[in-house]
């Protein structure tokens, strides 16, 4: 049974900087296609990121240029850089494969607010 493990959200104020990293068990995740996926009060969860096991990175409209997506496949990890944040991008944050694969994690929640 894989286990994702999100961690690394808080509180920044518009503009700033936050970087989110999830941690796999199991052997699926060097091939597989991982992502992060938000899900912000009273809407649907939505990928914003994906990566593919040899690192080619899609983002979604809404993020491209301000986020980076990497995964070290030897510590079975993804990571999320998020630059420029914006109140928008205010929600949890949640790992998983593309397509989802795995059962959810707890999530990180991440706040811009001034």
């Known amino acids: 049974q894989v ?5 690394g959200g808080g509180l920044v104020q518009p503009g700033g900087s936050l970087r989110v990293s999830c941690a796999a068990s199991g052997s ?3 091939v597989r296609t991982m992502g992060w996926y938000r899900q912000a009060p009273e809407k649907e969860r ?3 990121a994906r990566i593919s096991p ?3 990175t899609n983002y979604a409209d809404s993020v491209k240029g301000r986020f980076t997506i990497s995964r070290d496949n030897a510590k079975n ?3 999320l850089q998020m630059n420029s944040l914006k109140p ?7 790992c998983n494969f593309v397509p989802v694969y795995a059962g959810w994690g707890q999530g990180t929640q991440v706040t811009v607010s001034s």
């Open 3 to 7: 286990q994702l493990v999100e961690s």
């Open 28 to 30: 699926a995740f060097s």
């Open 46 to 48: 939505e990928l914003v």
């Open 54 to 56: 040899g690192g080619i």
């Open 77 to 79: 990890t993804v990571y």
């Open 88 to 94: 928008e991008d205010t929600a949890v944050y949640y």
